[in-house]
């Protein structure tokens, strides 16, 4: 008799957002076993719509799901519903998001999701097929196998005795990557590749060599690093190349530390010799080498037209970095590497975490304030996520750490009704610590929104005009926090709303086990979840948003950097105010428009050697014109429609009708004017920046207003 199998990598899919990767983790886990096994057959599966449809026309004998902190709640929910509509279904669950060294949360969770079989811990592909194995063996029936037999990767329940069934002695080894074959080129997952709502996912080797203790990476692939065939990769590339319909052209890695062997080098070929055969990918996600080396910087310098390389630190706190298990570079070794990638043309950013053991508000300030002295202008900020599998999730680190938490639903795909199954994803936040108070908690929200839109590419004028200087924007944005009763009224207000949506998010463990159907599922859609970007697409949404902000920010500048000559004081003044022309404000969005400067910027802003901008200043004007990004006009007026205020429009463009924008939506893309290429325009319709009382965007050459509806 043939095994029916069906394999699961659930997602909250939706025709409208075109960049859910492809199931590639289902897909080696079911070539392996088709591979070794003769009488079974495997689908998968990414739509859970889909998935109840199949289950209900045609049965399976085996439901196996991937179980990640992104999904768990849609799993539980559809592998009730399927065990309703086929009751002796044979359902196994897998992945990191399990604790597998607590007992009393593994009985709780059985005992929360009694339609479990058996939870596969580490890597997929030795432990399914050996879960299949036993089986054929006995007739369907896992429990009438000899548990003391089973690898130590599968845990079950018995619910009589209520005892945790796990045999820890037995353990089982790691998987030799070249013994997989490609789910690619087997043409298993090619209804993925043909189907426009899923981009391409490639994995060239797995495992991570460290073992940072808020994540699982390192600790779910046994920390090994191991490769697949490098030729099988490069085939992939193509393959994949030249049969995905994704829109987007988005591929994504899923490497932890791309750049670390000198084999990347010949794999980042194969992504730009595919790009320029298949126009694709136009873009890669991909995780740089934690520590960067000289294999690490000519790999990214080959991948510069599709991908920056991640320099992420997370902390740099030297107590905080012991705590999680952490070793950085050196930050002298880190602005070395950082300014080496800036020669050879290679976008880099940072990623730092707060909440993490032993981190406050001051340190992780000065955390920042350290990064940007390096010269590292792109910098990401996450609060501290506690994922479970994680030692920062245990209950002795909770307790070690005075950890203070609180759920929130998750990002951008959270929610989804599929049939009549209703489920939102949460996550737990660290919102205060042994360390750090609630009121720390909020202030370092507020920080982070500010670091945060000082910190964009709109803003690089202005962070130029601060380097060689002792002042940051870190400075300034800690001024701001701390200077709320002069915030003017409608920075107040976004600020403000912010401030309080960072608190009326947060739920308690009691609110999230609420029950949701269909009509809580689609307001909560459309709430916006993301808060930072959202309280940033609420500053450009208008023309006097802005205005309010560089009036205050400007005065601000004067206090928060008193310890500034008046000449570099006047320099910051004038980077910012360059800085404010580019903003987009979406009530007056305009195709292009053309100021003049009595200076040179773009020679002042690659110089390496951070001169003052008054040593670039010209003897006459030069003219510069100011365009939005190709593509930004047609896709506004569209989420202008989806929109239900110009705001949430915003927000819609950002995140749906824009993806993959990062903040380019918020400036207009700057460029010399050449003699011949200077328009003919009255010359009341040319504004220097040399008069502080017609800046910001007021000099246009030609309009194009993209918005009525929401003009008032």
């Not at 199931?23 to 889909?50: Q, V």
């Not at 998935?51 to 849609?74: C, F, K, R, S």
């Not at 062997?261 to 890669?284: G, M, W």
Request: with cysteine; proline share 4%; charged share 25%.
């Amino acid at each position: 008799m043939v095994m029916k199998i069906y394999f699961s990598d659930l997602a909250y899919v939706d025709d409208f957002k075109p960049f859910y990767p492809v199931p590639l983790n289902a897909g080696y886990i079911a070539s392996y076993a088709l591979k070794h096994l003769s009488d079974i057959e495997i689908r998968i599966f990414k739509d859970p719509a889909k998935l109840l449809e199949a289950v209900a026309a045609h049965p399976p004998d085996v439901l196996a799901m991937t179980y990640y902190g992104w999904n768990a709640n849609l799993d539980a929910a559809i592998a009730r519903r399927c065990k309703e509509i086929v009751p002796d279904l044979r359902i196994v669950l897998g992945g990191p998001n399990f604790d597998h060294d607590d007992n009393d949360r593994i009985t709780e969770f059985f005992r929360d999701n009694q339609y479990v079989d058996l939870f596969i811990t580490g890597e997929g592909e030795l432990s399914f097929l050996r879960y299949l194995q036993i089986l054929q063996k006995n007739d369907l029936d896992l429990y009438r196998s000899d548990p003391s037999q089973w690898p130590s990767s599968f845990y079950s329940f018995d619910h009589k005795s209520g005892q945790v069934i796990h045999t820890p002695m037995n353990p089982i080894g790691r998987m030799d990557l070249t013994e997989i074959p490609s789910p690619y080129l087997s043409g298993i997952l090619d209804e993925f590749l043909d189907d426009p709502r899923f981009a391409p996912i490639i994995e060239t080797n797995r495992g991570c060599p460290y073992s940072c203790s808020f994540c699982v990476w390192g600790q779910a692939t046994l920390s090994v690093v191991r490769q697949f065939e490098l030729q099988t990769v490069i085939d992939e590339i193509n393959y994949i190349g030249m049969r995905s319909k994704n829109p987007t052209k988005i591929f994504y890695v899923a490497d932890a530390n791309f750049g670390m062997f000198k084999r990347d080098i010949t794999i980042a070929e194969a992504f730009i010799a595919c790009r320029e055969k298949h126009a694709r990918p136009e873009r890669l996600y991909i995780y740089a080498s934690k520590i960067q080396t000289k294999t690490t910087l000519q790999t990214f310098e080959i991948l510069k037209p599709i991908a920056g390389m991640s320099m992420s630190l997370q902390s740099t706190n030297e107590h905080v970095l012991e705590l999680i298990g952490r070793k950085n570079i050196g930050m002298e070794n880190y602005e070395a590497n950082r300014l080496e990638a800036e020669r050879r043309g290679i976008r880099t950013h940072c990623e730092l975490i707060y909440g993490l053991p032993g981190e406050s508000y001051d340190s992780f300030a000065d955390g920042i304030s350290k990064v940007l002295k390096t010269g590292q202008e792109r910098i990401q900020l996450y609060v501290h996520l506690l994922n479970l599998g994680a030692d920062t999730a245990t209950a002795a680190s909770r307790e070690r750490f005075g950890f203070k938490t609180a759920f929130r639903v998750q990002g951008l795909e959270a929610c989804g009704t599929f049939g009549d199954v209703s489920t939102v994803e949460y996550e737990e936040i660290v919102i205060g610590s042994n360390d750090f108070s609630f009121d720390d908690y909020l202030r370092l929200r507020d920080l982070h929104l500010l670091v945060q839109f000082f910190a964009s590419r709109a803003f690089k004028e202005f962070r130029r005009s601060l380097r060689g200087t002792e002042a940051d924007i870190v400075m300034l944005s800690k001024f701001i926090v701390s200077d709320e009763s002069n915030w003017p009224e409608t920075f107040a207000r976004v600020l403000k709303g912010f401030r309080q949506a960072c608190q009326d998010e947060l739920l308690t463990a009691e609110e999230i086990a609420r029950v949701f159907g269909p009509a809580d599922i689609k307001a909560l859609a459309e709430k916006e979840t993301m808060l930072v970007p959202s309280a940033i697409c609420k500053f450009h949404a208008r023309r006097s948003n802005l205005l309010d902000l560089q009036s205050y920010v400007a005065g601000v500048i004067s206090q928060c950097f008193n310890g500034l000559s008046d000449q570099q004081r006047e320099d910051v003044l004038q980077g910012f105010h360059f800085s404010m022309d580019r903003a987009i404000a979406y009530d007056d969005l305009q195709s292009s428009k053309t100021v003049e400067y009595m200076y040179d910027l773009d020679a002042w802003l690659s110089d390496e050697d951070a001169a003052s901008l008054r040593d670039f200043r010209t003897e006459r004007p030069m003219a510069y014109r100011l365009e939005q990004p190709l593509g930004l006009g047609d896709a506004f007026e569209k989420a202008v429609k989806a929109g239900c205020s110009l705001e949430n429009a915003v927000y819609l463009l950002k995140f749906n009708f824009f993806p993959a924008s990062e903040d380019r939506i918020f400036q207009y893309i700057r460029s010399a004017i050449g003699v011949d290429q200077y328009p003919v325009v009255n010359d009341s319709s040319l504004v220097s920046i040399d008069d502080p009382s017609k800046n910001f965007s007021l000099a246009v050459a030609s309009s194009d207003s993209a918005l009525e509806r929401y003009s008032s």
